[in-house]
T-cell receptor
Framework: AQTVTQSQPEMSVQEAETVTLSCTYDTSESDYYLFWYKQPPSRQMILVIRQEAYKQQNATENRFSVNFQKAAKSFSLKISDSQLGDAAMYFCAYRSPGGRGAQKLVFGQGTRLTINP | IAGITQAPTSQILAAGRRMTLRCTQDMRHNAMYWYRQDLGLGLRLIHYSNTAGTTGKGEVPDGYSVSRANTDDFPLTLASAVPSQTSVYFC????????????FGQGTRLTVV
């Protein structure tokens, strides 16, 4: 079974600076999807960025980018020019590409990010 | 506005009582999911449905049941609530079971006392 580990329960960063959230995963599959979700105090789960394992290029969405190291099974999220609105719980998630059963997302434990003004 | 609606938003429930959490989506998504979120554990899959009329067990199904009578609705029932079921529950959907993007409801905070 796949597992996702976020080893940083909490992180903090000064506004306008850059922060990197760590995520590692364990799988025997060669093709899969990885995600970062943001959960602000409103509880809403918001998709931040997605990475297909077969793509070598790291995904980027505006100030959010990932460092995907497939061999190391690492998928970190970099937030540049941090803003107060970035404060949230961030979840890393893994998804298998297909097959039978539920195509469930496997989530990490979450990292709570605080932005200091 | 298209999306997923969960009800209630929050609930305090006496142990031993029966409770149904409601989930409705208007996106005509085939696949639907129920997750529970617990501090330090992330979100874990309770039950899922790949299409109307079918359901399956996830990672933590004990004490919960689901039904999928139609495409739009996917209720989660706690037959006899216990304090360990205190959690935040999220309903999610995706176009089909192979879709990469899942859409989440706003969650239901359930406290069992």
């Amino acid at each position: 079974a796949q597992t996702v580990t976020q080893s940083q329960p909490e992180m903090s960063v000064q506004e306008a600076e850059t922060v990197t959230l760590s995520c590692t995963y364990d799988t025997s599959e060669s093709d899969y999807y990885l995600f970062w979700y943001k959960q602000p105090p409103s509880r809403q789960m918001i998709l931040v960025i997605r990475q297909e394992a077969y793509k070598q290029q790291n995904a980027t969405e505006n100030r959010f980018s990932v460092n995907f190291q497939k061999a190391a099974k690492s998928f970190s999220l970099k937030i540049s020019d941090s803003q107060l609105g970035d404060a949230a719980m961030y979840f890393c998630a893994y998804r298998s590409p297909g097959g039978r059963g539920a195509q469930k997302l496997v989530f990490g434990q979450g990292t709570r990010l605080t932005i200091n003004p | 506005i298209a999306g997923i609606t969960q009800a209630p938003t929050s609930q305090i429930l006496a142990a031993g009582r029966r409770m149904t959490l409601r989930c409705t989506q208007d996106m005509r998504h085939n696949a639907m999911y129920w997750y529970r979120q617990d501090l330090g554990l992330g979100l874990r899959l309770i039950h899922y449905s790949n299409t109307a009329g079918t359901t399956g067990k996830g990672e933590v199904p004990d004490g919960y049941s689901v039904s999928r009578a139609n495409t739009d609705d996917f209720p989660l029932t706690l037959a006899s609530a216990v304090p360990s079921q205190t959690s935040v529950y999220f309903c999610a959907s995706s176009l089909d079971r192979l879709s990469t993007e899942a859409f989440f409801g706003q969650g239901t905070r359930l406290t069992v006392v």
